[in-house]
């Protein structure tokens, strides 16, 4: 059972490029949930999704990043017009979700952007 | 709304001390407690959780956590650490009803030989 898997590991864009994440969940898990890591800052909540679903956008900034989940394929987060202060480690994270909860959120390796 | 505190940024050790990695948490409502382990250039892993039950837990590796509702903390321990503890430790709280997980910023263990 694979995990949580995302790509590109590594990505470097110049300021102003779109930068574009994946992520595929664990097989059976249908909520995706988005972090960003800032160097030497802890894990900030950004998005959580279900497929064809938002249901918290809570700590997306409001302008250039947005998420989606659809029916088929990965989920994906998308940056506009990056800047340097984008440059940072995101991780995708997978439950099964469904009416129990304390369920075990399993992360994925993470994505690198580093904005030039 | 939820809230996880780790006073401690950055924790040295040597290599069979005891260590304690120190985690409160503020809530209004019940909460699930986790934490969770990220290597160098790695994901984050879980090391261990709290949902109900016994309030002290324990993962494979020799740590341990407990639960202490009067002190809103969970605290993370382990009695005698190994140069491959090293590693960043994130605690985290989550809502009943919901697996979105609120993080600390994280503690550093620097293990010594």
């Known amino acids: 059972n694979a995990g949580v898997m995302q790509n590109p590991r590594h990505l470097v864009r110049r300021r102003g490029q779109e930068a574009r994440l994946r992520c595929s969940p664990m097989?059976?898990?249908?909520?995706v949930y988005w972090y960003r890591q800032l160097p030497e800052e802890g894990l900030k909540f950004m998005v959580y999704?279900?497929?064809?679903?938002?249901?918290?956008e809570s700590g997306m900034p409001k302008e250039r990043f947005s998420a989606e989940f659809p029916k088929e394929g990965p989920s994906i987060l998308r940056i506009q017009q990056v800047v340097r202060g984008d440059s940072a480690a995101y991780f995708c994270?997978?439950?099964?979700?469904?009416?129990?909860?304390?369920?075990?959120?399993?992360f994925g390796e993470g994505s690198w952007l580093t904005v030039v | 709304a939820q809230s996880v505190t780790q006073l401690d940024s950055q924790v040295p050790v040597f290599e069979e001390a005891p260590v304690e990695l120190r985690c409160n948490y503020s809530?209004?409502?019940?909460?699930?407690l986790f934490w969770y382990v990220q290597y160098p250039n790695q994901g984050l892993q879980l090391l261990l959780k709290?949902?109900?039950?016994?309030?002290l837990v324990e993962s494979i590796n020799g740590f341990e956590a407990e639960f202490n509702k009067s002190q809103t903390s969970f605290h993370l321990r382990k009695p005698s650490v190994h140069i491959s503890d090293t590693a960043e430790y994130f605690c985290?709280?989550?809502?009943?009803?919901?697996?979105?997980?609120?993080f600390g910023t994280g503690t550093r263990l620097q293990v010594f030989p």
């Open positions: 994270a997978s439950s099964p979700g469904g009416s129990n909860s304390g369920n075990t959120i399993y």
């Open positions: 097989k059976g898990h249908s909520h």
């Open positions: 999704l279900q497929k064809e679903n938002i249901i918290d």
């Open positions: 809530s209004s409502v019940s909460v699930y």
């Open positions: 709290y949902l109900s039950g016994s309030t």
């Open positions: 985290a709280v989550s809502v009943k009803n919901t697996d979105k997980l609120i």
